[in-house]
């Protein structure tokens, strides 16, 4: 459950996010910036940029300490408190915070529920080994950013829950779906060393640190209790801002420098991660956060708001000291649900006309800003599916076959796929043949399709030129030779393809000559002719792993030359095999029609359609479409069984 608290009646003032104001100061607002540092709210600038505020601070040894004025001192017992647990927590993420100070430590061996463990080789032969922490906390951040960067369009942050280290391994622990994504830095390139990212075998959660001790549970429960009563539930806000004039804070010496405040307020994130048992609960409870007031110039200061609330609805940043967007930068691309945000008494509003513009550009659902609607949800939606990819129309198949070569190749080649894939490498691959396939996770798809496949059985092997950019992890993903195929193939889920008689609108195929091949004998320098074929369509999928089904969609392009002398007449020179999520095809053997016809016209538009496929005279495919029916599909199959027996007079003279 959320923290409680109740909001004092008694100091009543307007809340822009529609709150009732409690003792703690609310969301007010201001008719001016006002800078407060130890006296008041929380500074996080930098000693450089504070105003000099003459003998009312006094410092030692560069430490800013707050005057009589600023609230009651802390006693030195529950500074050194503070001391010991900050001293605990180094410089420890908002993660390591969650595991050490909101919740209790884990017996070595237990289960992590919810996550899924990587195993992560690299980073000991690295040069960032040589950092103070071994290059772990470089490591980390290098995954994040680089998985949460790799798909396109929308993104999203990829966090990483837990880590361990275990000799020359790196363990980490993710949730599903971002573990999927960050599998696929496999072979990427850390600190001049390339990582081996696989999957762990591993059930279990890294052996944890000490168990807590009194000093820091006293503290945690101290700022759980702070965070209660900054809980306004009946609005589901979390007031957060100036804090550095909480008397309880100040009692704790939570804000007598830069550093302990920058950790205080990470460590308050982290106890808020550890009051909800799932995200959902997280999002369900907060809606609201305020951080006005606490003279923040730059957001890295309060970066792990994003990290930690990244479902919010409404933010108010007012009363603080954000001067650019540049100050701004760390949460862009952040915050993908977003509604309001407040800005009032921040520099920005006089230093840059073109902010607003700028913040509806990085939030992508952000409507008001400082109380004023600038666009509704409805032309938000609107912006979003003019900005989605479109699909390419597909205007039917170009089929320019040699002597019957492609068909046959075709329709004998997905029935050995899907039942004798060995005998089929035999048969057809020999040790010049090529083989790779891509992955596409990001591609156009129906929306009404059920949800992807996981990528999990392709991943490792995927050769996409978009994302795998270094020369040896291309070459290592290109398979050659028949042997070297077949292994491949091995390992890769069972598929069950469309009968390509009988279901010949689940596909779209184009076939034509390629002149120019290598002689594979090498007697010809001109080279020899070829074939190319493309081909489009979907399959069923069954991986006995993971135990899942379900339907994919796939482009797979073939390079066919002549076979050598006493093996099969055509070898498979190049396989290309690019995967998608399931959207069906287009039936393209259907002649389009804008508005409602009768059924002479409709016919008439098919033996249009079938001459312009075929090169039939109108004559030869009215009489295929009537032999079927008016099927168009089966009229294409027909043609294609029949075609080497038609008279030249069934089809129209070459132009």
Known sequence: MAPRGKAQPNREARNPLGAKSSSRGGIQKRRGPTRVDTDGDLDMDGPSKRPNRGPT??????????????????????????????????????????????RPSRARGGPAEGLTWLRVRGLKQSKAASNSDGGLSDLLSFMERKASSLGTGRKRHITIRKSHRAGEYVFVGANKEDAEELVKLNTF?????????VES???????????ESPETAELRAKLQAILSQRYIGENKLLKLDALASDPELVTLGMFENRERALKTFKGLMAICDGLFKTAQEKKDAIHSISLANNSIDNVIQVESVAASFPQLKNLDMSGNQIS??????????????????????????????????????????????????????????????????????QSGPDFRDV????????????????????GLTSRLYDAGSQFSLAVDAVSVRDPNAPPPLPWAAYIKSSRNLMKINSHHARSQRLFK???AINELWKELPMTKHPNMKDELSKYIMDCHPLPGLADPT?????????????????????????????????????????????????????????LRAYSPLPNVFVAPSSAPVDAANQHQAMIAELSKQTGMVPQYSEMCLSQVEWDFGRALVIFNEKKSQLPPEAFAPAS
């Open 201 to 211: 075998n591993a059930d279990f959660e890294p052996p944890s640190k000490a168990t």
């Open 57 to 102: 601070t006094e410092t030692s040894g560069g430490r800013g300490r707050p005057s009589g004025r600023g609230g009651p001192q802390p006693s030195r017992g529950a500074a050194k408190v503070a001391q010991i647990v900050m001293k605990q927590l180094g410089g420890g993420s908002s993660s390591d915070l969650a595991s050490r100070v909101s």
């Open 522 to 578: 090498g007697q010809s320098q001109l080279g020899v002719d070829g074939l190319i074929l493309a081909v489009h369509g979907e399959f069923e999928e069954y991986d006995q792993k993971s135990g899942t089904t379900g339907k994919r969609s796939f482009s797979r392009t073939f390079v066919l030359g002549p076979g050598l002398s006493g093996t099969a007449p055509i070898r498979v020179v190049s396989d290309m095999l690019s």
């Open 324 to 393: 650019s967007m540049d100050g701004l930068q760390r949460w862009k691309g952040k915050f993908k649900e977003l509604e309001t945000i407040y800005f009032a008494g921040n520099p920005i509003e006089g230093a840059d006309a073109n902010y607003k513009a700028a913040l509806l550009e990085w939030f992508p659902k952000l409507q008001n800003i400082n109380g004023v609607e600038l666009r509704t949800a409805q032309q938000i939606a609107e912006q979003e599916a003019a900005r989605q990819p479109k699909p390419i129309p």
């Open 481 to 483: 030779g028949g042997n």
């Open 189 to 197: 390139t850390f600190a001049g060393v390339q990582l081996e990212v």
């Open 403 to 422: 002597n019957g070569i492609g068909e046959q190749f075709l329709l004998d080649f997905f029935t050995a796929y899907d039942t004798n894939r060995e």
